[in-house]
């Protein structure tokens, strides 16, 4: 597995870190940053995506939970990919997201995809800098009526968002952090 996670961080280095102090970014969180983390590159990535669900599937596989997801659409590919390697592998999981508004048509509602009140899910987050998105998912997913076990993130950017979000959950790990993509 540790082949795996240098092989991830890689592709990470590569295709989704970004530092220009020349000329901040604009993050999510509204902050500014001479950092950038944009996963979407390796997450939509054939060789990613493979990587990621090996990756996730090992972290989640004797947690007890029926599904894994998070706030679309940075945790839908975390979560695709997780459950794919789950099925693969005989222990099926399922995935599911969390909408950023509800719709006001079909079923509506926040959270979608194959899960019931009362499953224990783990939510997935590809970067997190406040926490916010990842508190968002959980609170969605518990007004659901899931039982969210802990939080897993792809990159900590470490300006204490993963704290946060460690008040809120039982359990939370990160994947990387933003010095392992400045290494």
């Given amino acids: 597995m540790q082949d795996k996670r240098r092989r991830l961080l890689e592709l990470l280095k590569q295709k989704s870190y970004r530092y220009s102090p020349e000329a901040p970014f604009l993050l999510a969180s509204g902050r500014e940053s001479p950092y950038y983390v944009d996963c979407r ?22 947690l007890g939970i029926q599904a894994v997801g998070g706030l679309t659409m940075g945790a839908d590919p975390l979560a695709h990919a997780t459950a794919l390697v789950s099925w693969q592998q005989g222990r099926p999981l399922n995935a599911f997201s969390v909408r950023k508004v509800t719709k006001a048509y079909g079923t509506g509602g926040l959270v979608v995809g194959d899960v019931k009140p009362g499953d224990r899910i783990v939510v997935l987050e590809d970067v997190v800098t406040t926490g916010g998105s990842a508190l968002k998912a959980v609170a969605a997913a518990r007004d659901f009526g ?31 952090t933003l010095a392992d993509l400045q290494q």
């Fill in 146 to 176: 899931l039982e969210v076990v802990g939080v897993i993130i792809l990159v900590d950017r470490q300006e204490g968002g993963r704290e946060a979000v460690a008040a809120a959950v039982p359990w939370v790990e990160a994947v990387f």
């Fill in 41 to 62: 590159p390796v997450t939509h990535n054939a060789e990613g995506l493979a990587l990621l669900g090996e990756i996730l599937f090992n972290m989640v596989k004797d």
